[in-house]
């Protein structure tokens, strides 16, 4: 096992980290921007290295400097946390040129899997349902046109370098397809420097479904259940949840199975997310997360296992400790994203927290590396904190997390607790019957309601 970690993120993901390296008797270092000197995992973890600037690119995205902390502070293996370097192949290949061990997948499964025209061959190969569309690249405007027509209006036009809704066009007629298809590349070109666009139906009312799997370096792999995270907005997600209310036991046996097998199939190694849509009771794949992500609590509350340690020890190259048979899923598990935002006009609200109390009780969780008196540096996303809630079923769920919502007091800064209790009364959120294009409706019927009563 390694005896020190360096812990590449920032905020709540490396307060995270810290915690189950210091259970598992593992030392921690932490890595800072200027920004960052009095964060929370800073003051924890045994050693800590400044490594620039608040800005991102002269910090938690400079690999030198990251690989220089490492290799000054003597650390055996480097842990990415989500965004950041999480994603980079070229990142997870110097870390283990440089002799450290990478807490994450394979290089080229991160390169494999970040090109979405090959992850999509790739998943479709190991025998996923994929969205019908082009079988690669659409090469150029005519014979696009010509694919589209066949397939039928409306189409989607992907950014193969995209991923996570950036560079997506929809295209609801032949006449409109040559100038989609134009503005499509260039915004590719712009954006990705990748200019190689794909197509595919596009899908109008679908849910956001996505299994949360584990390979190890045994050839071992598993699955550990779906997440809903169908309540979005502008891409983010807002609330997620498990197990989804859409899925009956044999469409979850089913994708979980294909997803487990599909990883197995690949010799994945570590956690990872399989992004499916799921409309009329079908599902296909869309994306695959190569890095832990924010909503793995969720995960965690309904099986009872710690997902970093078990990306640690399987960096570490133990056997997955699970697998399948010893796995439990128990009740039902609900995670809120806190931004430091407006909770109507979504402006970041950075500056000092004045007071901060925690919610706790029965099947409460808080991840968060805030603090009384912490000021929150303007320079990064505005996540302050997740609030995770367990229950025996969805009903307990929603009403525990709106007590603990209301116990939460995150006092100096507006956050976007007022919102998700908001939603949480929401009928349609009630009864589970949303998808991923709901709240975004809802927010601006809302806002129309309200622009009209001034
Ligand atoms: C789609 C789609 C409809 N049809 N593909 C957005 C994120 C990126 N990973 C893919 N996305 C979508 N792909 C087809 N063929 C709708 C979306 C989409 C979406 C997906 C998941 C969660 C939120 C979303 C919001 C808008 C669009």
Request: charged share 25%; aromatic share 8%.
């Amino acid at each position: 096992m390694f005896k020190k970690v360096l812990i590449a993120n920032r905020g709540e993901i490396a307060l995270r980290i810290h915690r189950a390296c210091q259970e598992m008797g593992i030392q921690t270092v932490a890595v800072h921007s200027t920004a960052d000197a009095n964060a929370m995992a800073v003051r924890l973890a045994d050693e800590s290295v400044c490594i620039g600037p608040p800005q991102s690119r002269d910090s938690y995205l400079n690999i030198h400097a990251i690989l220089s902390a490492a290799t000054l502070t003597g650390a055996d293996a480097i842990h990415p946390g989500y965004g950041f370097l999480s994603e980079n192949a070229q990142f997870a290949r110097m870390v283990e040129e440089h002799g450290f061990t990478f807490i994450g997948p394979k290089a080229e499964h991160i390169d494999l899997m970040g090109d979405k025209v090959s992850a999509k061959q790739t998943a479709a190969k190991l025998g996923l349902p994929v969205i019908p569309g082009s079988p690669g690249a659409v090469e150029d405007e005519v014979s696009g046109k010509k694919m589209a027509e066949e397939m039928g209006f409306p189409v989607l036009l992907k950014a193969a370098s995209g991923g996570g809704g950036r560079g997506m066009k929809v295209v609801t007629k032949s006449e409109e397809f040559v100038e989609q298809y134009r503005t499509a590349r260039s915004e590719a070109k712009a954006n990705f420097g990748d200019d190689t666009v794909y197509m595919e139906k596009y899908l109008s009312t679908p849910r956001h479904i996505e299994v949360q799997i584990f390979g190890d370096k045994h050839g071992n792999a598993i699955h550990l259940g779906e997440r809903d995270c169908s309540s979005q907005r502008r891409h983010q997600k807002v609330i997620e949840e498990a197990p989804s209310p859409a899925l009956d036991d044999a469409a979850r046996q089913k994708i979980g199975t294909l997803a487990a097998d599909m990883v197995r199939n690949m010799g994945y190694v570590g956690a990872g997310t399989i992004e499916f849509l799921w409309e009329k009771g079908e599902f296909f794949f869309m994306e695959m997360n190569t890095r832990i992500q924010v909503e793995h609590p969720v995960t965690e509350m309904l099986t009872g296992i710690d997902l970093i340690a078990e990306q640690i020890r399987v960096a570490a190259g133990e056997p997955l400790r699970y697998q399948g048979d010893n796995i439990r899923f128990r009740g039902h598990a609900m995670e809120v994203r806190i931004n430091a935002e407006d909770p109507e006009t979504f402006i970041p609200s950075p500056g000092e927290i004045k007071m901060f109390h925690a919610a706790g009780g029965m099947g409460v969780r808080f991840d968060s590396a805030v603090y009384g008196g912490y000021k929150i540096p303007p320079y990064y996303d505005s996540m302050v904190g997740k609030l995770i809630v367990h229950g025996k079923d969805r009903e307990e769920c929603m009403a525990r997390m709106k007590r603990a919502i209301r116990e939460t007091v995150v006092d100096g800064v507006k956050t976007t607790l007022p919102l998700h209790l908001w939603i949480l009364e929401q009928p349609e959120f009630i009864s589970g019957d949303y998808n991923i294009h709901w709240l975004e409706k809802k927010l601006a019927e809302k806002a129309a309601a309200a622009a009209e009563k001034k």
